[in-house]
């Protein structure tokens, strides 16, 4: 059974019509549907994105610790999805995965310190990620440590991260707000880097 993997719109699942078939390029098995967002609707949102003010001081740090330890959970089904996952549409082993996804906890825990005690509101920003390793996402993290919401547009082959850590922020208590993921094509990172006042680009001349 392939994973569905949705558009997400300020923290809320959204179901796209419009879906990208992942698959495993050994078998050609069907890995995982992802849902698409269009550019229009990266414009609204990122335009239109309501204020929400980040967790500061010894509240972000928790928020970070304990995603930390609930990515390497290792009883925990769903980081063994994103582990198989990225193994399996990137090229990397899983040895490798694991000790990059190591690294991200680290990095949670690290930056959870670095928090203002009195922040306020803050404009998204936005990211164009790549598919090729999961270590690339501590970017978008350190956004979040400074109080900023993160717009993200993964890359095509590896939704997976960004999928899995966004779960494990909310579910650990980080406003729903703070995160919003927009898989698409060129044309829907078009949209990101137009409208987010500030954005991060990964990627080809192409992009």
């Given at each position: 059974?392939?994973?569905?993997?949705?558009?997400?719109?300020?923290?809320?699942?959204?179901e796209?019509?419009d879906?990208l078939e992942?698959?495993?390029?050994?078998?050609g098995?069907l890995?995982?549907n992802?849902?698409?967002?269009?550019p229009?609707?990266?414009?609204?949102?990122?335009?239109r994105w309501?204020?929400v003010?980040?967790?500061?001081?010894?509240?972000l740090?928790?928020?970070?610790s304990r995603t930390a330890?609930?990515?390497?959970d290792?009883?925990?089904?769903?980081?063994?999805?994103?582990v198989?996952g990225?193994?399996?549409?990137t090229?990397?082993t899983?040895s490798q995965?694991t000790?990059q996804?190591e690294?991200?906890?680290?990095?949670?825990?690290?930056?959870?310190s670095?928090a203002?005690?009195?922040?306020v509101?803050?404009p998204?920003i936005?990211?164009?990620l790549p598919?090729?390793?999961p270590?690339?996402?501590?970017?978008?993290?350190?956004?979040?440590a400074?109080?900023?919401p993160?717009?993200?547009?993964p890359?095509?082959r590896e939704p997976?991260?960004?999928?899995?850590?966004?779960?494990?922020?909310?579910?650990a208590?980080?406003?729903?707000?703070?995160?919003?993921i927009?898989?698409g094509?060129?044309a829907?990172?078009?949209?990101?880097?137009?409208?987010?006042?500030?954005?991060?680009?990964?990627g080809?001349?192409g992009?």
């Amino acid at each position: 059974m392939s994973l569905q993997i949705p558009v997400i719109r300020q923290g809320r699942p959204y179901e796209s019509l419009d879906t990208l078939e992942i698959t495993d390029p050994r078998s050609g098995e069907l890995v995982a549907n992802v849902g698409q967002a269009n550019p229009g609707l990266v414009t609204r949102d990122v335009s239109r994105w309501r204020q929400v003010v980040a967790p500061g001081g010894d509240e972000l740090a928790g928020i970070f610790s304990r995603t930390a330890d609930a990515l390497l959970d290792s009883a925990d089904g769903e980081n063994a999805i994103m582990v198989d996952g990225v193994a399996c549409t990137t090229g990397l082993t899983r040895s490798q995965v694991t000790a990059q996804v190591e690294r991200l906890a680290s990095a949670l825990r690290s930056l959870g310190s670095w928090a203002s005690d009195a922040p306020v509101a803050r404009p998204p920003i936005g990211f164009v990620l790549p598919s090729n390793a999961p270590g690339v996402h501590t970017s978008w993290l350190t956004a979040l440590a400074l109080g900023h919401p993160v717009a993200l547009k993964p890359g095509a082959r590896e939704p997976w991260t960004p999928s899995r850590l966004t779960q494990l922020l909310h579910t650990a208590g980080l406003p729903e707000a703070m995160i919003g993921i927009y898989p698409g094509d060129h044309a829907t990172s078009q949209a990101l880097i137009e409208v987010a006042e500030r954005c991060v680009l990964f990627g080809d001349e192409g992009t």
